[in-house]
């Protein structure tokens, strides 16, 4: 029996690979009801974390003074993050996972 209704909290503890090895070993039964709001949540703080993983990254390569620039012959300057806009919330609902 998969034990699910703590994978946040392991999760965030560090057991991220049996976490997701977890939910993948439920294959598409990971959206019924006993696992979708868990899954979900575990979905959530990997997003979060990535995002807070890209905003330190970008704030410190600015610090070294790196040029973000597009992949052209120009190398025109581009913002290399840009943060999710008010409309982000309802894309996000209405394009859920579960």
């Known amino acids: 029996m998969i034990k699910h209704l ?3 909290d392991r999760y965030v503890a560090g057991q991220q ?3 997701w090895h977890e939910m993948r070993q439920l ?3 990971v959206r019924e009801p006993a696992f979708a709001s868990e899954a979900q949540a575990v979905c ?3 997003a979060r974390r990535a995002r807070s993983n890209i905003e330190t990254l970008v704030a410190r390569l600015g610090e070294q003074a790196y040029r973000f620039h597009e992949n052209d012959d120009d190398q025109t300057p581009t913002e290399p993050y840009t943060p999710p806009g008010p409309k982000a919330e309802g894309i996000l609902v209405e394009g859920s996972l579960f």
Do not use: H, L, P, T
């Open 27 to 29: 294959g598409s039964r």
């Open 6 to 8: 703590d994978w946040v």
């Open 17 to 19: 690979d049996r976490v």
């Open 44 to 46: 959530d703080e990997m």
